[in-house]
């Protein structure tokens, strides 16, 4: 009996794994694409609708507010071992950030991997410094993703950032002169410096 207990969760589980898609880049959706209200990739419904409504909210009120280009992107797994990379690749094709403040931005979280970075563009640097992205993740997100709650940590995460870059001061550090056609810019290649293109806070969470 105990044998048939242990295979049974054992398939259970397996079946459990199967279902968890990995994205390449060329396969997360890029919803803002499609609908100019929406900025949170959601399409493994790991963020509940309510949630996903708040972060949109506050995702938008960043654009109306500086201009930069935010994207949240939450999945099951990437086709990727390195979150960084995989983050760097996305936001090139995405075009994220307008091309005379490079201000785009990005949030991704790979779940099964229990991974996430926050990759702001060069000119966001000076908001989000290294130090202050890798705080958001370790003091917003993990904790609450340790407790399962990924709509907690995805929006507290969301709503901090969101704080920062409407302060005032970065507002106009952040604000572009080209107008927002609506749609993501066109990719643009990454440099070619040795450094940083930009500026990256990945952070395995652990258990």
């Not at 929006?155 to 106009?172: H, K, Q, S, W």
Request: charged content about 25%.
């Amino acid at each position: 009996m105990r044998t048939r207990v242990l295979m049974l969760l054992f398939v259970l589980m397996s079946a459990a794994g199967a279902g968890a898609r990995s994205y390449s880049v060329e396969e997360v959706p890029n919803v803002h694409v499609a609908d100019r209200t929406r900025f949170l990739s959601n399409p493994d419904g790991i963020i509940s609708p309510a949630a996903q409504a708040r972060i949109d909210s506050l995702v938008a009120g960043v654009r109306r507010a500086t201009s930069a280009e935010m994207a949240v992107v939450v999945v099951d797994d990437i086709a990727s071992d390195d979150i960084d990379v995989f983050a760097t690749e996305l936001f090139t094709a995405w075009g994220l950030g307008k091309k005379d403040r490079d201000n785009g931005l990005l949030v991704l979280v790979a779940k099964d991997r229990r991974k996430a970075v926050i990759r702001p563009g060069y000119g966001m640097e000076g908001v989000l410094p290294d130090i202050v992205c890798g705080s958001i993740l370790r003091e917003q997100m993990f904790p609450a993703f340790r407790r399962g709650d990924f709509d907690g940590g995805v929006t507290a995460a969301t709503a901090t950032i969101a704080r920062l870059l409407t302060d005032p001061d970065a507002a106009a550090e952040l604000q572009s002169r080209l107008e927002d056609a609506g749609r993501c810019r066109a990719p643009r290649p990454p440099f070619s410096s040795p450094h940083r293109s930009w500026g990256t806070c990945g952070v395995r969470c652990a258990s």
